[in-house]
Nanobody, 122 residues
Framework: QVQLVESGGGLVQAGGSLRLSCAAS????????MGWFRQAPGKEREVVAA????????DYADSVKGRFTISRDNPKNTLYLQMHSLQADDTAVYYC???????????????WGQGTQVTVSS
């Protein structure tokens, strides 16, 4: 079992940066595909980025390519999302998720965090 706790959200001006963290408990983190999702008010949840269990492969939504970077520190059981050039459209609750079966390139996430709010003011 994996428990996920996100942090690092907040209010930032357009053009600014934030780094989200996702702290994982349990032994499965280092063998899990990890992802970041977001959900804006009135919109469906969408995938933002994903990273393979070893960190050697990653994938991004077109809307964040070149601005966001997903990374992981397996010894620290932590997932990160570095966000640059933030825009108002990036405002959402951001969630991390784990696929403990390490599926790639089509993960099926079975554990989710509670989310952290990111608000970008224009």
């Amino acid at each position: 079992q994996v428990q996920l706790v996100e942090s690092g959200g907040g209010l930032v001006q357009a053009g600014g940066s934030l780094r989200l963290s996702c702290a994982a408990s349990g032994r499965s983190f280092s063998r899990s595909t990890m992802g970041w999702f977001r959900q804006a008010p009135g919109k469906e949840r969408e995938v933002v980025a994903a990273i393979s269990w070893g960190g050697t492969a990653s994938d991004y939504a077109d809307s964040v390519k070149g601005r966001f970077t997903i990374s992981r520190d397996n010894p620290k059981n932590t997932l990160y999302l570095q966000m640059h050039s933030l825009q108002a459209d990036d405002t959402a609750v951001y969630y991390c998720a784990a696929d403990t079966s390490a599926g790639w390139p089509s993960p099926h996430y079975d554990y989710w965090g509670q989310g952290t709010q990111v608000t970008v003011s224009s």
